[in-house]
Nanobody
Framework: QVQLVESGGGKVQPGGSLRLSCTFS????????LGWFRQAPGKEREGVAC????????YYADSVKGRFTLFRDNAKNTVHLQMNSLKPEDTGVYYC???????????????????WGTGTPVTVST
């Protein structure tokens, strides 16, 4: 049974940092891609970053490149999203999602992801 649990959200001032964690079970990253998506109030869900099982690379939205970094803790079945230099427009609920060997991760497409966590809220505000 595939499960994903997010943690690490909270409120931070602009320019600050947060580290989100997605702990997963029921699959391995050898066969599944795992990504982070976010949804701001009144907006559609969008892709933020994803690690693809096909090549092991991380893919990032243009809006977060240079500020956000994915890294894996294989021993703990966890993928972290380190978010630095946060901006108010980064505010939203952040979701972790998984896809079995598909292309959605490469294009950061939420509609192709098959399994979802329940989300963790991030607020960037003074």
């Amino acid at each position: 049974q595939v499960q994903l649990v997010e943690s690490g959200g909270g409120k931070v001032q602009p320019g600050g940092s947060l580290r989100l964690s997605c702990t997963f079970s029921g699959f391995t990253l050898d066969y599944y891609s795992l990504g982070w998506f976010r949804q701001a109030p009144g907006k559609e869900r969008e892709g933020v970053a994803c690690v693809s099982n096909r090549d092991g690379n991380g893919y990032y939205a243009d809006s977060v490149k240079g500020r956000f970094t994915l890294f894996r803790d294989n021993a703990k079945n966890t993928v972290h999203l380190q978010m630095n230099s946060l901006k108010p427009e980064d505010t939203g609920v952040y979701y972790c999602a998984a896809e079995y060997d598909g292309p959605s991760c490469l294009f950061l497409r939420p509609d192709g992801m098959q399994y979802w966590g329940t989300g963790t809220p991030v607020t960037v505000s003074t």
